[in-house]
């Protein structure tokens, strides 16, 4: 029994231990600082698009749909189809038969 005895013994000198323990003053504002160090929002880190803003986007949107309707027009024209037909007759790509895409 003098294994029982050693380890009341033991339990016995740690609890004296915490007895010897003096209280440890904070100050009263610890938990809101440590609380607003935890839990403030971040801001969001740098995407690799983050220059292109919904303004430059925009802006890019507004020049592609201004070249769309350029192209458009200038395919519908009939300066375009004589500027082919030129162009083929010249290099000797057209076969005699109008079998163009675009018409």
Do not use: H
Not at 22 to 29: C, L, M, Q, T, Y
Not at 33 to 40: E, G, I, N, S, Y
Not at 54 to 81: G, K, M, T
Request: aromatic residues 10%; charged residues 20%; negative net charge.
């Amino acid at each position: 029994m003098e294994i029982n005895k050693n380890i009341k013994n033991k339990v016995d000198d740690t609890l004296n231990a915490m007895d010897g323990t003096e209280a440890v003053k904070i100050s009263p504002f610890f938990k809101d600082r440590t609380m607003q160090k935890l839990f403030v929002e971040k801001g969001e880190e740098p995407l690799i698009w983050s220059w292109f803003s919904p303004r430059l986007q925009l802006a890019a949107l507004v020049c592609v749909i201004v070249l769309n309707v350029l192209a458009f027009v200038q395919l519908n024209s009939n300066e375009y189809d004589n500027n082919i037909n030129e162009f083929t007759e010249t290099y000797g790509l057209s076969s005699g038969l109008d079998t163009s895409l675009f018409n």
